[in-house]
């Protein structure tokens, strides 16, 4: 095994949450300490920029324990949401939530899959937060979002944009020098390209046949007193962690996560380790129904 700078040996990889299908005990720890730190500084951005509808309907793709339904109930009074997540767990939280607010009408289902069972055209928004997606898993995304939306209707799509975890990325180009890893050198490379910049995220979304496309962006640090910290936190452990090994597309991460958890330790032993977040929102209209469209 591959030492790592603080001489001590990690078990980061294993024990993992599974970021699709969570249980009832890890539906509660996103919603506890992944919402409040991290989700929601992409939910308040994407709330900023819902334009106003009457008698909204709104598709909550990904929806996991139901954050922001809340704020979007509050912004688009009177709506109706329709929240879908591949966790039946997730869901239930996302009910009882729901059910806490008597103004607030909210139907969550199970997600199996993209397209989904809802039907086409009949939403004034649809929206989605923080997916665990490739290229090609957004492309699924955004084409999902075209069929359900009616004309006129908004998508709105957060996620961390190029440049985000820029810090994990050198520590792991750190590793894959000192010892000669041609993969993860790659991988590290690989994985600067796989993440879609602003305007990339642009095109992605007009070819979706979307118009008026904007991407609003922001910028976080999420700070953490050790590797330890880091790598047991639920945020890197439920989000950021699955999509960097997403992006990465490692085969066997551990030696070269165990090499990150020392180095933090090492580097950052009297201070604390900051990562950087890049928060982009891109919004887009729909301008004609499907059966319209050239």
Known sequence: MTPEPGGRRSTTAQGAPDPVRMGPAEAAI???FVVPRYLSLFGELLIDMVVES???RVAHLHCRTGYPDRGLSLKLEGAHILGADPSPAALQLARAKAATMPNMVAEYRVLDGLPTTLPASAFSHAVAI???ASQEDRDELFAECARLLAPHGQ????MPLRGS???LGDLLQEYALKYDDAEVEQAVARATEAR???EGLTEEVEQAGFEFVDVGERQ???RFRSGRDFFEDPVARFLILPEVKLHHRLEHAENALTYVRGAIDKYWSEGTFELTVHIGC???RRTAGPAQRQ
């Open 30 to 32: 996103f919603e506890t």
């Open 165 to 167: 975890f820029q810090e």
């Open 196 to 198: 879609p910049t602003a």
């Open 54 to 56: 009457e008698q909204a």
């Open 130 to 132: 923080h997916p665990l």
């Open 282 to 284: 891109v919004t887009g």
């Open 220 to 222: 976080a640090v999420l």
């Open 155 to 158: 998508a709105l799509i957060a």
